[in-house]
Structure formats: C-alpha cells, structure tokens
C-alpha cells in the first residue's frame, strides 16, 4: 500500500470548515483514499473513503485531485467534538489479502472556540 | 452495526509473563489485525491475518505472536512481557480492502 504524508497539526475556528490535507503521490489505480479519525483513548473511526471522484456523506466531503497524488477532508462546520486524530491512509479494494495498511501520525486537528 | 470487541480495556501485567490480548469481530470479516499505538508514532501494523490460520508479519512482530482458530477471533500474544511492550493495542477487522472497523483499544502496561 502506498504511504500518505500529512501535516502534523491544524487549528480551526468553531462553526469554520476545517480543510486537511494529505498527499499520497504513490497511489496506484486500484487503492482508495480512505480517512479515519480518533478521539482521545479511543479507536480510529472511519469517516469516508474515494476513488477519484469527489464524495460526501453525513460527516465529511473529500475532495481527490485529478492525478490522484492528494486529497482534502472537509468539515464543513467544525465542532469542538471534532477535535481528534485525522489519518489518512491508501488501501487495494480490489485485493482480497488486504495487506498492511499503514497509517503514519496523521493530523492533529485541535477546534478552537 | 460492525463490533469489534476487545477483551479488556485496561490491563497490568508483570515483567516475564504471558499475555494474550483477544479481539473477536461479529462481521464474518476475513481480515483482522492488531497494531499497537504510542505517543509520537501513530498506529503501527503488528500482525494480520487474512483467513483463519493464515497470518502475515506486519511492521513490528518482534516479541508477539498471533493466534486465528476461528474466523471472529484474533488474539495477540505476548510470550514473555516487557516494558517496552507497554502500549495501547488496537484490534481492526475489515471485508477484503473495505473499511476497518477499529476495537476501543486495551492499554496494556507492563511492570
């Protein structure tokens, strides 16, 4: 699986989007962008995955470029419950052994009042 | 929904003991992992396993060994604990290349 890079901390404002960016310019045709995010002392949430179109659900929007080499997560109107641990990871749908899924530091997101 | 339950969220052991940490999934999920979690160095892939009793090292094996007898069951084993060995471990499970749902986590300390 390819390896993302992501900056390591963000701040947002209250009720502002909070746009996180990663980079994953090894990505191969078959891998998804897939991000998760992690409270404190908890496990990783999913929040929502893409091939290369853009795509939105109840949490988030996330936004894949045209060569496929970066993408931003969006929330759109950031919370304070939306303080968390943002990875973002590429992973081989199509691979039944899914292997490793390597996730690096991810982003610290940290909303601000 | 998907639940990925692991035994015990906190635990304490001794230097030397062994330890066996057990994740079981009710999805009939064919993949399931462990990775453990430190300050500064984000999650890191112990093992996997992507059928019953087949397994693949991951990043990190030294010092653990698996277990996967039934299809929902994983477990993480610990032979001879160390202190280095303190951590919080995650257990995830998912369909082929789809999304992994993540455990709560146990936060294993080693004395």
């Known amino acids: 699986d390819a390896k993302t890079t992501q900056p390591p901390s963000m701040d947002c404002a209250e009720g502002r989007a909070a746009n996180l960016p990663c980079n994953h310019s090894t990505i191969s045709g078959n891998e998804y962008v897939y991000w998760y995010r992690q409270i404190h002392s908890q496990g990783p949430q999913y929040i929502i995955h893409g091939l290369k179109n853009n795509e939105t659900n109840e949490m988030a929007s996330l936004i894949i470029t045209e060569d496929r080499k970066s993408s931003t997560l969006i929330l759109p109107h950031a919370t304070l419950r939306d303080t968390a641990v943002y990875y973002c990871i590429v992973r081989d749908f199509l691979n039944t052994n899914a292997g490793k899924s390597t996730f690096g530091d991810g982003t610290t997101l940290t909303v601000k009042p | ?111």
């Open chain 2, 1 to 111: 929904d998907v639940k990925v339950t692991q035994s015990s969220r906190y635990l304490v052991k001794r230097t030397g003991e062994k330890v066996f940490l057990e994740c079981v999934q009710d999805m009939d999920h064919e993949n399931m992992f462990w990775y453990r979690q430190d300050p500064g160095l984000g999650l890191r892939l112990i093992y996997f396993s992507y059928d019953v009793k087949m397994k693949e090292k991951g990043d990190i094996p030294e010092g653990y060994s698996v277990s996967r007898e039934k299809k929902e069951r994983f477990s993480l084993i610990l032979e001879s604990a160390s202190t280095n060995q303190t951590s919080m471990y995650l257990c995830a499970s998912s369909w082929a290349g789809e999304k992994l749902f993540f455990g709560s986590g146990t936060q294993l300390s080693v004395l």
